[in-house]
Nanobody, 111 residues
Framework: VQLVESGGGLVQPGGSLRLSCAAS????????MRWYRQAPGKERELVAA????????NYADSVKGRFTISRLNAKNTVYLQMNSLKPEDTAVYYC?????WGQGTQVTVSS
């Protein structure tokens, strides 16, 4: 299993970013996917999850209404659209499936 995140960066408060996670090594369309994040000095937390078909999604209360998780099974990719970003969204964001983690992508929200 390989998970490769991309799309992180530095953005001003109120801005947007879209993270991508390219997956390989398993039957992507058969598994739910998750995004987690870990801020400095804090535990890793679940941000969003999506079912294998994409029909069902769940979000942490802190990101509801601002973040959207989606997937394109034809491209073995899961996305996290992040809008109205806040400084407290600053963290390393990780893609997760079946006890496997990606390497993470840094998101920094700062003016």
């Amino acid at each position: 299993v390989q998970l490769v995140e991309s799309g992180g960066g530095l953005v001003q408060p109120g801005g947007s970013l879209r993270l991508s996670c390219a997956a390989s090594g398993f039957t992507f369309g058969s598994y739910g996917m998750r995004w987690y994040r870990q801020a400095p000095g804090k535990e890793r937390e679940l941000v969003a999850a999506i079912s294998s078909s994409g029909d069902s999604t769940n979000y942490a209360d802190s990101v509801k209404g601002r973040f959207t998780i989606s997937r394109l099974n034809a491209k073995n990719t899961v996305y996290l659209q992040m809008n109205s970003l806040k400084p407290e969204d600053t963290a390393v964001y990780y893609c997760y499936v079946r006890d496997f983690w990606g390497q993470g992508t840094q998101v920094t929200v700062s003016s």
